[in-house]
Structures are given as C-alpha cells and as structure tokens.
C-alpha cells in the first residue's frame, strides 16, 4: 500500500530548541493532517491543511502544506517537556483514505 | 461529549480464541474507522464505515469483522485470533460535512496474542 515516509525517525532536543520534521509523499495530497500521541493514548489532532502552500499556526506549532503537494512539514518553537511524544503526518486526496507516516518520536532534555 | 470511546483498554488472548473491541462516538459523525497500529509503523486501516449499514475493507482487512448498525457504535470482530494480531487498536471517527474530514481517534485497546 502507499506510504508516507517522515523525518527524522527520532530526535533529542534540549528544551527551548526549535525543532522541525517534514513528511513525503509519492503522491499528491489535498489534505494533510499532523498528531500527536503521548504514551499509551491516541493521537490528538495538531494541524490540519487544506490548501497547496497553506501555512497554519496552532500555538507554538506551524505546519504547512507544501507546494507541491507531495510533502508537509511541521516546526515546533520554544520546546517544552510537554512536546515529547511521537507526530504522526496523514495525506489523502480526493476520494481516498488516509494513509499514515511511521511517526517522528521527539524527546526534550531538560 | 466523550469523544471516542474504546473497550476494553487491554486483552490478552490465546491463539484461535475470539473476541469483539468495542468502538462508540458520541459526536455523530457519520464516518468511523479501525487502524492498527504496530511498534515504529504508521496507522494501518483495517475497516471503515460511511454510515449505518454501510462498511468497506481497508488496507489490511484479513482475520477481522465489522457491523455499524447505529451511527454511534462501530465494533470489531477477532474470529480466530493469531500472533500476527498482536497490536494496539484504534478506532476513529469524523464528520465530512463542509468539506472537513479530520479524524478523532479513541484511547485504543492493546491486545496480545499469546
């Protein structure tokens, strides 16, 4: 099946870094989404975007679709404790299911 | 509203046992949906429902069943369960009213095949 690939895998940042991930595609999107999953829950909805070039902000989040609609990518300022977890991207186009990316698991240092 | 609501949390079962994940939606949404999700791997959709009555097969539907006669519960069947089944299990739904379709998942249940 198709399949999204995200980077990095995983990262270690100090708190109050910045950090940035991005998601691929082969594939174009119209909507991109990205989550978030803490230990032993389910993913929680950060960002959604709609719109080729769409750049959305949700905080300290800011995600945006990319403009060739084959990748997105999702910055996070000022990190805190709190951000450590794994964020998942999720495309789909017209018609179709979504499909997942394997995650980006992101651990703050104090 | 409770959002997405999962039963049980854990299960453990033996090879060939059978079992049903509950799956309930309190915000009526018309759209609900199964994944699974194994260690360093993206979501996996197993079944899905466009409304009451109404279900399709996902990406990975082998070994599992599904029923939506209400809106609001989306259940999912392990007939003859397997070691290849051993996965945390998410159920989702959305409202695809105006053009939006983002997904709100449920806590998920972890379930091991021994």
């Known amino acids: 099946g198709q399949q999204l690939n995200q980077s990095p895998q995983s990262m270690f940042i100090q708190e109050g870094e910045d950090v940035s991930m991005n998601c691929t595609s082969s594939?174009?999107?119209?909507?991109w989404l990205w989550y978030k999953q803490d230990p032993g829950e389910g993913p929680v909805l950060l960002i959604a975007l709609y719109k080729a070039g769409e750049l959305t902000s949700n905080g300290r989040l800011t995600a945006q679709f990319g403009i060739t609609r084959k990748d997105s990518f999702l910055n996070i300022s000022a990190s805190i404790p709190s951000d450590v977890g794994i964020y998942f991207c999720?495309?789909?186009?017209?018609?179709?299911?979504?499909?997942f990316g394997p995650g980006t698991r992101l651990s703050v240092l104090p | 509203n409770a959002g997405v609501t999962q039963t049980p949390k854990f299960r453990i079962l033996k090879i060939g046992q059978s079992m049903t994940l509950q799956c309930a939606q309190d915000?009526?949404?018309?759209?609900m949906y199964w994944y699974r999700q194994d260690p360093g791997m993206g979501l996996k959709l197993i079944y899905y429902s466009v409304g009451a009555g109404i279900t399709d097969k996902g990406e990975v539907p082998n070994g599992y069943n599904v029923s939506r006669s209400t809106t609001e519960d989306f259940p999912l069947r392990l007939e003859l369960a397997a070691p290849s089944q051993t996965s945390v299990y998410f159920c989702?739904?959305?409202?695809?009213?105006?053009?939006?379709?983002?997904?709100?998942f449920g806590p998920g249940t972890r379930l091991t095949v021994l």
């Open positions: 594939s174009i999107f119209n909507t």
């Open positions: 915000m009526n949404h018309n759209y």
């Open positions: 989702a739904s959305s409202d695809t009213s105006g053009g939006y379709n983002e997904q709100f």
């Open positions: 999720a495309g789909r186009n017209y018609g179709q299911n979504f499909v």
